[in-house]
T-cell receptor, first 115, second 111 residues
Framework: AQKVTQAQTEISVVEKEDVTLDCVYE???????LFWYKQPPSGELVFPIR??????QNEISGRYSWNFQKSTSSFNFTITASQVVDSAVYFC????????????FGSGTKLNVKP | DAGVIQSPRHEVTEMGQEVTLRCKPI?????LFWYRQTMMRGLELLIY????????DSGMPEDRFSAKMPNASFSTLKIQPSEPRDSAVYFC?????????FGSGTRLTVV
């Protein structure tokens, strides 16, 4: 069965600290996408801040980096030099390519970045 | 592109009343999803459509919930009769290939 687990319910860091959000997934599919969604305090769900196909490796975009490890079924998200504006709830999600793009969301990790 | 449009943004209703939430997906997107977000359960998939056809409604909590997609540009989620435990944020999302685009959500409060 497909499942996404975000074990960290809430994380608090001080501005400029690095922080890693963990995501572990389960799927029987051989082709799938993984996403991180950001939900700022305003409540809206922001279009994925990263997608990753099953055969991609790591990626860095500015202060954000994603570490995809197929061997451990993990897709972790790291924010370097965190900022207060990074405070949000972050959801990891798994998408099946063969099932009308049905998404499976993790329970979310609330990130608090304090000044 | 106006994005996924949901209305209303906020809805407060009394228990027992009928509530209708509306969604206009992005033009050209062929899949539409309704999610409910609560503190206790997080994001729950209620139902999704592909090419206006309901594919999976196993997430709809009760018969009080119903959803329709009469055409490619409009969908509704109806709750009748509403109950306080239905209070949540309801999100609509659409997609064409990969990656949802979410609407702004409807915050429903049933008192």
């Amino acid at each position: 069965a497909q499942k996404v687990t975000q074990a960290q319910t809430e994380i608090s860091v001080v501005e400029k600290e690095d922080v890693t959000l963990d995501c572990v997934y389960e799927t029987r599919d051989t082709t799938y996408y993984l996403f991180w969604y950001k939900q700022p305090p305003s409540g809206e769900l922001v279009f994925p801040i990263r997608r990753n196909s099953f055969d991609e490796q790591n990626e860095i975009s500015g202060r954000y980096s994603w570490n995809f490890q197929k061997s451990t079924s993990s897709f972790n998200f790291t924010i370097t030099a965190s900022q207060v504006v990074d405070s949000a709830v972050y959801f990891c999600a798994l998408s099946e390519l063969d099932n009308f793009n049905k998404f499976y969301f993790g329970s979310g990790t609330k990130l608090n970045v304090k000044p | 592109d106006a994005g996924v449009i949901q209305s209303p943004r906020h809805e407060v209703t009394e228990m027992g009343q009928e509530v209708t939430l509306r969604c206009k997906p992005i033009s050209g997107h062929n899949s539409l999803f309704w999610y409910r977000q609560t503190m206790m359960r997080g994001l729950e998939l209620l139902i999704y459509f592909n090419n206006n056809v309901p594919i999976d409604d196993s997430g709809m909590p009760e018969d009080r919930f119903s959803a329709k997609m009469p055409n490619a540009s409009f969908s509704t989620l109806k709750i009748q009769p509403s109950e306080p435990r239905d209070s949540a944020v309801y999100f609509c999302a659409s997609t064409k290939n990969y990656g949802y685009t979410f609407g702004s959500g409807t915050r429903l409060t049933v008192v």
